[in-house]
């Protein structure tokens, strides 16, 4: 009986570590994505230079893996649900399109069914795309969205 209850208690408290430390990664991830310089290329197409991203190893490790993030959903299309939205780590008013944040605080989202909009922070989790080829894409992509935590 004592190793039941001890069992159970170890149970939950490594659920709640769990839970704890995907919070924190979740807010983490825009610090690791912030991690990029840029270098000045020319791009044929355009016909100028364009500033292209180079990744850190931190963030290159990271191509392909599922992540959680959490952040503000910036619509391109009205305000209702939306399986295809730019996600920020700051609100709208701070984002990269209308506030003065760099491009790694934002990313496209694909998610796997509609997500409703709200104004309110949003826990997202999906695999992470890199860009550095395609300037009509933003740098980062997360495909197979999922929401975690917010509005249903």
Known sequence: MKRLLVLTVF??????????????QSENIWKTLGKITFKKQYDELLGFKVDVPVFSQEIIAM?????????????????KSHKEFVFSAYPYNMCFFCGGAGPETVMEVY?????????EPV???GKLELNSTDVNRLIYTLNDVVLVTGVK
């Open 111 to 119: 998610a796997k069914e509609a997500i409703k909009y709200t104004a």
């Open 123 to 125: 826990t997202i989790k």
């Open 63 to 79: 191509e392909g893996k599922i992540v959680t993030v959490k952040g503000y959903i910036i619509p391109v299309e009205g305000y």
């Open 11 to 24: 149970t939950l408290f490594c659920t709640a570590m769990a839970g704890e430390l995907q919070a924190q």
